[in-house]
């Protein structure tokens, strides 16, 4: 009996260290990761259609959870105007015949309505200044003392061209970013291969990072923004990413492609390790930035939605462009 409570202690210290490695909850985070898997693989099975309104409810959540991270410095973005654009730039991108005309189009209108909306500054009920409340209170002081917008806990004033500024850049940061990944879904004819080397691959990029990182990572990447990254860990990044190309494009393209575009998976590997690491390098300055230490909290072990998606919709647009000129 005492062997065994010696092995459970020891096991939950061994836990610990992994979490506090990773910077994560490991056995949630892996448990949540299952369940993604399964559900886009699932969205995949059915249709490419059932896949894309997944994108758009990705999306919306997003959104929500950069309105509550905005509001927390007192910066007001037009989430239901967000919500409205996004859904119709990524479902008229893919259902257009003009697909890339269509994104260029909708970018454009939501830019100009959304910055409108956003100078109205309306707000509905209570419920996000609830939220704004409990997330603050689930934020540590410490974090909170080195953001920007710490003014000695007084209420914060900012200027309507703050709030727009905001505004467009979330639009720029979701809908234009995601469009990129609708995008590859309509061309040269492997959509499933295509959708899975857009979500998966910076996955994979992130879990070759997390543990290279944990396990060997000596040499940090950039210590102010996020200390737990280091040039091991980008290393180990890369070379998962360019495992998952090889592996997808061996399951998906004929010998012919294989003999002439060889080195496609190499450079994916590359661009998908570097422009992940570097959304995530981005998400980070953001939260510090705001002072919070998660950007959402609706996927445990995750942090939020933006914390999962931050990577995937910074590499859309190189891995769109990559996949389009290359003919693959």
Known sequence: MEHNDQLHDQAEVTLDQINKKTGRNMPQAIATAVVLIAIILGCLLISIDVFVALIVVFMILALWELRVDFATAGLHIPVFMLWICSACTLLATYYSPLHVVTMSLCAMASIVLVALSATAKLSFGNRLSLVVADKLSHTEAAARLESSFNHDGNEQHHSRLSHV?????????????ASCIILPLTFHGHPVAHAIMLVFLPALSDTGGLFAGAWLGKHKLSPR???????????????????????????????QVWATRWWVPIIMGILVGVVGTFGDLCASMIKRDLGLKDMGHLLKGHGGVMDRVDSILMAAPFTCILLWFTGM
């Open 225 to 255: 923004i996020s200390p737990k990254k280091s040039w091991e860990g980008l290393a180990g990044s890369v070379v998962f990413a360019m495992v998952g190309a090889f592996a997808v494009m061996f399951c998906t393209y004929t010998p």
């Open 165 to 177: 500024a905001v505004s467009v850049l979330t639009v720029l940061y979701i809908p234009v970013l």
